[in-house]
T-cell receptor, first 115, second 110 residues
Framework: EPEVTQTPSHQVTQMGQEVILRCVPI?????FYWYRQILGQKVEFLVS????????KSEIFDDQFSVERPDGSNFTLKIRSTKLEDSAMYFC?????????????FGPGTRLTVT | GQQVMQIPQYQHVQEGEDFTTYCNSS?????IQWYKQRPGGHPVFLIQ?????EVKKQKRLTFQFGEAKKNSSLHITATQTTDVGTYFC??????????FGAGTQVVVTP
């Protein structure tokens, strides 16, 4: 069964550094998403991406964050100047169509630890 | 803005018992999806509800969408240890905004 993959599984970085989290969505999917989950808390929507542009973003997704689809398979989340409070599990997801109407498939997540 | 409340936040169930978790929105929803996240895992899609008053069943799980499309419930009968995890609702409002509920963490004791 096709699945969403994410790398790395765990990233440790120092405060102020930039990190790039990588995702490979399911190949025929058109919509891509990033979510984060702070330990013990709910999953929070960050951004959705379609047709090579952001289709929606939350209040959390400010200028510190950016997304890119650099090639036909990867989907990345860049976090600039990381802060301690950015420590969380980051999930990538993809769907065949718009997320409000189609099942989203989640990757296993990247645990980001900012020290 | 849209507020999504999920209750209870925590549910301790004896194996074999039934329980229900609820997802309530302050605004009318376009649809609602339910996901399950096992401890240490990622959310996995369970079901999607679109129509007012819709009821769907998956074995021991019954999902319902309210008539006003502002709330939904997930009812599990005869709970098993495999039901352990956190159940989230993912809502979409009229403007297409996605929002997860805080989740109901379910613990099952044999």
């Amino acid at each position: 069964e096709p699945e969403v993959t994410q790398t790395p599984s765990h990233q440790v970085t120092q405060m102020g550094q930039e990190v790039i989290l990588r995702c490979v969505p399911i190949s025929n999917h058109l919509y891509f998403y990033w979510y984060r989950q702070i330990l013990g808390q709910k999953v929070e929507f960050l951004v959705s991406f379609y047709n090579n542009e952001i289709s929606e973003k939350s209040e959390i997704f400010d200028d510190q964050f950016s997304v890119e689809r650099p090639d036909g398979s990867n989907f990345t989340l860049k976090i600039r100047s990381t802060k301690l409070e950015d420590s969380a599990m980051y999930f990538c997801a993809s769907s065949e169509g718009a997320g409000w109407a189609y099942e989203q498939y989640f990757g296993p997540g990247t645990r980001l630890t900012v020290t | 803005g849209q507020q999504v409340m999920q209750i209870p936040q925590y549910q301790h169930v004896q194996e074999g018992e039934d329980f229900t978790t609820y997802c309530n929105s302050s605004t009318t929803l376009s649809n609602i999806q339910w996901y399950k996240q096992r401890p240490g895992g990622h959310p996995v899609f369970l079901i999607q509800l679109v129509k007012s008053g819709e009821v769907k069943k998956q074995k021991r799980l019954t999902f319902q969408f309210g008539e006003a499309k502002k709330n939904s419930s997930l009812h599990i009968t005869a709970t098993q240890t495999t039901d352990v995890g956190t159940y989230f609702c993912l809502t979409t409002d009229s403007w297409g905004k996605l929002q997860f509920g805080a989740g109901t963490q379910v613990v099952v004791t044999p």
